[in-house]
Each structure stands twice: as structure tokens, then as C-alpha cells.
Nanobody, 112 residues
């Protein structure tokens, strides 16, 4: 059974940093592109970042230059380093891969 477990969310002040983690089990992790999405209250889920099996990355314009996605195939894990957080980054952050595999989400709240 495929499982994705996110962690690392929390409440931070504007300008602070957080690192999200997503650990995947039940599949051959290294073959897949891994994604981070987020959903703010009252808004649609939106793409944040992707890292391919080969390590190429792409980001939403809103996070480019502040967020970094990485992966550790030995640990079946994907990470999202979020720097210089803003109030508009507040959302539930999801890890995703494949046709329809999603984690349960981890809440990030940026507020003073």
C-alpha cells in the first residue's frame, strides 16, 4: 500500500523558514517525479514545486527564489525548504506523485 506522510509544518512569523518533509512507502520512489502542492482556505489547490527522478526542478513563480525542493532516494523522501516565508504562503501543503497519490497534508501558517 502506497503511503505519503508529510511533516514539518507549523506556525512561523513572516521572514522565517521551514522545511517540509514527505516520506513515501510502498513504491519504488526513485522512479517518480515528486510534487509539492498547497491549498489555502477558500482557494483551489495549486502547484508549488516538482523534482523529477533525474533531479530537475521547477517552481511556481510565487515561490521561485525562496523555496527549494530536493529528494533523498535512499530515504524515500522529498523535501521543501521554504525561506523568507510570507503570509500568503499560509496553506495546507501536500506531497504528491503518480496518477493520484497524495499525502494528508501539513499545515503552514505564516503570521505575526
Amino acid at each position: 500500500q502506497v503511503q505519503l506522510v508529510e511533516s514539518g509544518g507549523g506556525l512561523v512569523q513572516p521572514g522565517e523558514n521551514l522545511r517540509l518533509s514527505c516520506v513515501v512507502s510502498g513504491t519504488i520512489f526513485r522512479f517518480y517525479s515528486m510534487y509539492w502542492y498547497r491549498q489555502a482556505p477558500g482557494k483551489q489547490r495549486e502547484f508549488v514545486a516538482v523534482i523529477t527522478s533525474g533531479g530537475s526542478t521547477n517552481y511556481a513563480d510565487s515561490v521561485k527564489g525562496r523555496f527549494t525542493i530536493s529528494r533523498d532516494n535512499a530515504k524515500n523522501a522529498v523535501y521543501l525548504q521554504m525561506n523568507s516565508l510570507k503570509a500568503e504562503d499560509t496553506a495546507l501543503y501536500y506531497c504528491h506523485f503518480g496518477v493520484n497519490y497524495w499525502g494528508q497534508g501539513t499545515q503552514v501558517t505564516v503570521s505575526s
